[in-house]
């Protein structure tokens, strides 16, 4: 295999494992009754994310990349009060800011409490998220948008569709492009937090977020850059929590149009 065509693959498994992100994602990630220990994606660091719980059910620490980034992560009360990176010596501390108990913004600090970047969260009044706005530290005494993400969702909660734009911001490119996602079945989801985390952004948990309730069985991906359809098949244990996902991942566009591909990713769980 080319080198150039492998490069495309990693970034294609990337983009379907990291941008997939939440169900009824309450404290644990994913569906209230599940408790998921590790997620591992085919040719990805493994675990991709594992996770760690309190008596209560409480996530305390998250895994992302086989350890590269490991957060312990603290309460006040239900909600979240903070996150903190501990994998290495940066420190790195989410610090999150809440009204009328829905999350307002989530603040990314270095050791020293300067602020790195922020992300500003909108909801609906029924709770549901419609936005997430990324901003980045300029290096002086403002911001610049980052990214911003837009959702939308059928009646049953689940979401339909992740706008994504990314704005011209560094190296950065600006892009537009959409996550369409059909066909939902009717098992707990495990991985729907995932959705929020994209690269390079710190992993923002949000428990009690109503969003990815389900599985969706179809992913089609338009938009600037690489586009693609993935249909999805799912095994489950005997609680009916997904244990394997399988991707057979089309390109609909470029050089590479109408290949195909094999995404996979595994689930165990806290019985």
């Known amino acids: 295999m080319k080198a150039k065509h492998l490069l495309l693959l990693i970034l294609i498994t990337l983009m379907i494992s990291c941008h997939k992100e939440p169900s009824d994602q309450p404290t644990p990630p994913g569906a209230t009754s599940l408790k998921l220990k590790d997620l591992n994606a085919r040719n990805l660091p493994s675990p991709f994310y594992h996770f760690e719980y309190d008596d209560s059910g409480k996530i305390t620490l998250a895994g992302y990349s086989s350890g590269l980034r490991i957060y312990n992560v603290n309460y006040n009360g239900s909600h979240i009060e903070s996150m903190e990176n501990i994998a290495d010596l940066s420190h790195i501390r989410l610090e999150y800011e809440y009204s009328n108990g829905d999350l307002l913004a989530v603040r990314v600090k270095d050791k020293n ?129 997904p244990t394997v996902k399988t991707g057979d991942v089309k390109f609909t566009n470029g050089t590479n149009a109408g290949q195909h591909f094999e995404s996979q990713s595994t689930f165990s769980y806290y019985d």
């Open 113 to 241: 409490g300067v602020t790195l970047s922020h992300c500003i969260f909108s909801f609906s009044s029924s709770h549901q998220l419609q936005q997430m706005d990324w901003d980045i530290a300029d290096g002086n005494v403002g911001f610049y948008f980052e990214q911003t993400m837009t959702f939308s969702y059928y009646p049953d909660g689940n979401v339909m569709e992740i706008v994504t734009h990314n704005y011209p911001v560094g190296p950065q490119a600006e892009a537009t492009y959409t996550d369409r996602f059909e066909n939902y079945d009717d098992h707990p989801n495990a991985d729907g937090f995932a959705l929020l985390h994209t690269t390079p952004h710190e992993l923002v948990l949000i428990p009690g977020l109503k969003f990815q309730v389900n599985n969706p069985r179809r992913n089609i991906h338009t938009g600037d850059g690489i586009n693609f359809e993935i249909d999805y098949s799912y095994s489950y244990d005997s609680k009916g929590r």
